[in-house]
């Protein structure tokens, strides 16, 4: 009896290895934000971090004392990866007319590769709309400042109640400072895990104006003869791991272009891992690494099946899946986001 897996198994090695490969642009968030690390199993527990896995601690101990230990958390929350499939086709009149031999093999790697950017760019979606909602943050409490807002006033209100010294006016306007803001978001979610954010997702609004921004354009003028751009301002934010500005853009039911990510906010986030802008695993990439988010993905995926002909409508058909599910990782001292801020509207 044959075995069931035989009737659908098997990749195509070399279609399989350019899904791969493909490289994301640099304007990509997604894996930014939430960077690759495989897992074996379709379904299984969360790996959460606390303030005690990001936060420095003391391992001395006195003679016959107890000794410190360390346990990883798994978290209640379950995990179960999302399938994701797309398909490419070819008419056997586009093949006749590319002719034969290497000439399929480049259309194939083109198609492939199409289909790729296409799944890509759906992610983008997955992973800004996981880390755009304000009430998954830390709240603001009698001592500390939250780590989620709906705009620069309600920031304001938040901050002058803890005797906090915000940036003078919403972003936008001729008086704001955004380096005291950036500042204060970055105290704050240093204040819940003990380690300040490396890196930023901005919207294009934001970096729209961030370039014609008076303080940070009297500030450059003496550290730096370059025009301003996401490497000077990640500079000027104190933002290692870097800045991305989220160009990415979707169709509306109504077929009209919307931003993947809001065009007025800004996320700040730790990573403890260099961007990287390949779909696969970055080398070190863990998942017993405290971070923000990660994007977890089933080892050998994304995978392109064997193409097989379809007679009825006579085209050749390949499928390209891949299995992945975003999870924030990073929780504060509620168990809410904690190991990022996010504003949704800077100039409100």
């Given at each position: 009896m044959m075995?069931?897996?035989?009737?659908?198994?098997?990749?195509?090695?070399?279609?399989?290895?350019?899904?791969?490969?493909?490289?994301?642009?640099?304007?990509?968030?997604a894996n930014f934000i939430a960077p690759v690390v495989d897992t074996p199993t379709r379904a299984g527990k969360i790996l959460r971090f606390g303030k005690e896995a990001f936060a420095i601690q003391d391992y001395r101990r006195a003679y016959g004392t107890n000794i410190p230990a360390v346990q990883s958390r798994f978290d209640t929350d379950a995990?179960?990866?999302?399938?994701?499939?797309?398909?490419?086709?070819?008419?056997?009149?586009?093949?006749?007319?590319?002719?034969?031999?290497?000439?399929?093999?480049?259309?194939?790697?083109?198609?492939?590769?199409?289909?790729?950017?296409?799944?890509?760019?759906?992610?983008e979606v997955t992973v800004a709309e996981a880390v755009a909602t304000v009430g998954n943050y830390e709240p603001s409490t009698a001592s500390s400042l939250g780590l989620g807002f709906a705009n620069w006033t309600a920031y304001a209100a938040a901050a002058t109640a803890l005797g906090i010294t915000d940036g003078g006016n919403p972003w936008g306007t001729a008086t704001n400072n955004p380096?005291?803001?950036?500042?204060?978001?970055?105290?704050?979610v240093s204040n819940q895990i003990g380690i300040r954010p490396n890196g930023a997702v901005i919207?294009?609004?934001?970096?729209?104006?961030?370039?014609?921004?008076?303080?940070?354009?009297?500030?450059?003028?003496?550290?730096?003869?370059?025009?301003?751009d996401v490497d000077v301002l990640a500079r000027y934010f104190g933002l290692e791991r870097g800045i991305r500005v989220a160009e990415g853009r979707r169709l509306n039911d109504l077929g009209e272009l919307q931003p993947v990510f809001p065009e007025n906010a800004m996320v700040l986030f730790y990573s403890?891992?260099?961007?990287?802008?390949?779909?696969?695993?970055?080398?070190?990439?863990?998942?017993?690494?405290?971070?923000f988010a990660y994007t977890y993905q089933l080892t050998g995926t994304p995978a392109v099946r064997p193409e097989y002909y379809i007679r009825e409508r006579r085209v050749v058909r390949a499928e390209i899946t891949v299995e992945r599910v975003v999870n924030i990782t990073g929780l504060g001292s509620t168990g809410l986001f904690g190991s990022g801020f996010y504003i949704n509207d800077v100039f409100a």
């Open positions: 075995n069931l897996r035989d009737t659908y198994g098997g990749v195509d090695p070399i279609l399989t290895t350019l899904a791969q490969g493909f490289m994301l642009p640099e304007t990509s968030i995990y179960a990866l999302q399938q994701e499939v797309i398909a490419w086709e070819l008419p056997e009149e586009v093949i006749e007319n590319a002719g034969e031999g290497p000439a399929q093999v480049d259309l194939r790697a083109i198609e492939t590769r199409n289909a790729m950017s296409r799944l890509m760019n759906s992610y380096i005291v803001d950036a500042l204060n978001w970055k105290r704050a919207g294009t609004a934001v970096f729209d104006s961030l370039l014609t921004n008076p303080a940070i354009l009297e500030r450059i003028q003496f550290t730096s003869a370059d025009s301003i403890p891992l260099s961007a990287s802008d390949s779909v696969m695993p970055a080398g070190g990439a863990n998942a017993a690494t405290p971070a």
